[in-house]
Every structure is written in structure tokens, then in C-alpha cells.
Nanobody, 127 residues
Framework: HVQLVESGGGSVQAGGSLRLSCARS????????????MGWFRQGPGKEREGVAA????????HYADSVKGRFTISQDNANRSVYLEMNSLAPEDTAMYYC?????????????????WGQGTQVTVS
């Protein structure tokens, strides 16, 4: 059973930066397991959950929502079973609960139902 724990959220002023981390535990493999697609999603007040960025543990391929391209960077450390989201030039519309998720493939990187495991989320507030 995979467990995901996010950290790094907080309150920042517009134009600021934050780095979110997601630690993965509970799976049998580490480093050599190539089956995961790790994604970051967010859900703002009254909004649907939307994909922000995703990365394939197999080849490191990345995917970004148009709204965050050029501002957010997703990265991973397979040896430490972690994925990160570097967020720069934050704007009030980035305010949301941010979730880390793990799925089998990155074929549809922003489809919520393709992800099997979810973290509890970390709040990001931009004012």
C-alpha cells in the first residue's frame, strides 16, 4: 500500500516561491521501480481538482498544465522516493490545496481517475 505525504505549503506574497515535497512510502521497490507516474494536482475553493504537473519515474518525462508552464518545475529523486514541485512567480490564482498522487502510467497525466494513491494535501495561499 503506497502512502504519500506532502509538505512545503504555506502563505506567500504574489511573486514569491515555494517548494513542495512529496515523500512516498509503502511500496516494495525503490529506485528501480519504473511503473509510477507522479502527479501534482490542486483544488481551489469551489473548484474542481486539476492537474498541475506530472513526471514519469520511468524516463523522467514531464507534463505541465498551460497555466503553470514556465513557472513550476516538477522533479523527482527515485532513490529517496520523493517528488518535488518548485513554484515560482506565484499568483493569487495559484491559491489551492495541493495534492501529490501516484498512478501507474503518465498516458493521461492530468486525469484524476488514473491515479491510484493520493496524499492528504498541503495548502498554498498566495496574497
Amino acid at each position: 500500500h503506497v502512502q504519500l505525504v506532502e509538505s512545503g505549503g504555506g502563505s506567500v506574497q504574489a511573486g514569491g516561491s515555494l517548494r513542495l515535497s512529496c515523500a512516498r512510502s509503502g511500496d516494495t521497490f525503490s529506485g528501480t521501480y519504473t511503473g509510477y507516474c507522479m502527479g501534482w494536482f490542486r483544488q481551489g475553493p469551489g473548484k474542481e481538482r486539476e492537474g498541475v504537473a506530472a513526471i514519469s519515474s520511468r524516463d523522467g518525462g514531464t507534463h505541465y498544465a498551460d497555466s503553470v508552464k514556465g513557472r513550476f518545475t516538477i522533479s523527482q529523486d527515485n532513490a529517496n522516493r520523493s517528488v518535488y514541485l518548485e513554484m515560482n512567480s506565484l499568483a493569487p490564482e495559484d491559491t489551492a490545496m495541493y495534492y501529490c498522487a501516484a498512478g501507474a502510467r503518465c498516458l493521461r497525466p492530468f486525469r484524476v481517475t488514473d491515479y491510484l494513491y493520493w496524499g492528504q494535501g498541503t495548502q498554498v495561499t498566495v496574497s
